[in-house]
């Protein structure tokens, strides 16, 4: 079974950039997509970013758009989020998930999930 570990979360003054990283281990077959997720506390999981395995295409919510940017390294089963111009509004446990083929933003066609790392932007 595929095993996600997240890095590279902190704390971070707005205006600021961080990069997430997200290593796939455990298992010899990808899924045919990645994708981060956050949460808030008190709020439920949402959507941030999403890439393909195979041509790489990407999906951004409209919060994130034209400030983060998530891109993968297929050798190394590794994918990347960097996260520039941060807001306080950021702030969250920032999830990877491994999953099939559907709706790239509909958390439940990821079935393998890290177990978060957490990101802090101070005004």
């Known amino acids: 079974q595929v095993q996600l570990v997240e890095s590279g979360g902190g704390l971070v003054q707005a205006g600021g950039s961080l990069r997430l990283s997200c290593v796939a281990s455990?298992?010899?077959?990808?899924?045919?997509?990645m994708a981060w997720f956050r949460q808030a506390p008190g709020k439920g999981r949402e959507f941030v970013a999403a890439i393909r395995w195979s041509g790489g295409s990407t999906a951004y919510a409209d919060s994130v758009k034209a400030r983060f940017i998530i891109s993968r390294d297929n050798a190394k089963n590794t994918v990347s989020l960097q996260m520039n111009s941060l807001k306080p509004e950021d702030t969250a446990v920032y999830y990877c998930?491994?999953?099939?083929?559907?709706?790239?933003?509909?958390?439940?066609?990821?079935?393998?999930w890290g177990q978060g790392t957490q990101v802090t932007v101070s005004s």
């Open positions: 998930a491994s999953g099939r083929g559907g709706y790239y933003a509909d958390s439940a066609i990821y079935d393998r």
């Open positions: 455990g298992r010899s077959i990808r899924s045919d997509a």
